[in-house]
């Protein structure tokens, strides 16, 4: 009992660092990483919220979207008159033109695309209507063939019952 005595009485309590910078008077060492730095973040920016008109209609007036009503007397914003520079004028119309040039040719490849459909499926309608020849032929052989068994079977059968 008396060594755990006096182990009690050389028992000296650690000393904080703070404790000990500040009996010699140094700064305390600062670390870095242990700041508190302030936080950067982009503001979120969410796609407006589409909801399909299928389920705009089940759901209650007061969740529906709201749509501002249309106006019967035309907003000074949307009636007033826009002047174009000259060089906007020509950029304006030149895109005017490349955009009805590229509207032409999608309209042009999208009609020789529904002729090249048309064509191909009448190829398969005709491939198909041939096929289902072919099998409707191939049938009228195999049943064919199963009566004449099915017949012979049959005649076997008579002539070795009366015999």
Do not use: C, W
């Not at 010699?24 to 969410?46: A, H, M, Q, T, W």
Request: no cysteine; charged share 45%.
């Amino acid at each position: 009992a008396t060594a755990r005595a006096d182990a009690q009485d050389q028992h000296h309590p650690q000393r904080q660092d703070q404790e000990e910078e500040g009996a010699g008077k140094e700064p305390v060492p600062v670390n870095k990483d242990s700041l508190y730095k302030p936080i950067e973040r982009k503001p979120r920016v969410f796609n407006p919220l589409r909801i399909p008109r299928g389920l705009q209609q089940e759901l209650p007036f007061a969740s529906k979207p709201k749509e501002e009503k249309q106006r019967r007397k035309k907003l000074y914003v949307h009636k007033r008159a826009v002047v174009m520079e000259p060089e906007e004028k020509r950029l304006h119309v030149l895109m005017h033109k490349i955009n009805t040039i590229r509207n032409d040719k999608t309209k042009k490849r999208k009609e020789a695309d529904a002729r090249s459909r048309a064509e191909l499926a009448k190829k398969l309608e005709k491939k198909n209507e041939s096929l289902n020849q072919y099998r409707k032929d191939e049938k009228k052989k195999r049943f064919r063939t199963e009566g004449k068994e099915a017949a012979r079977r049959e005649a076997k059968k008579r002539k070795t019952i009366s015999e």
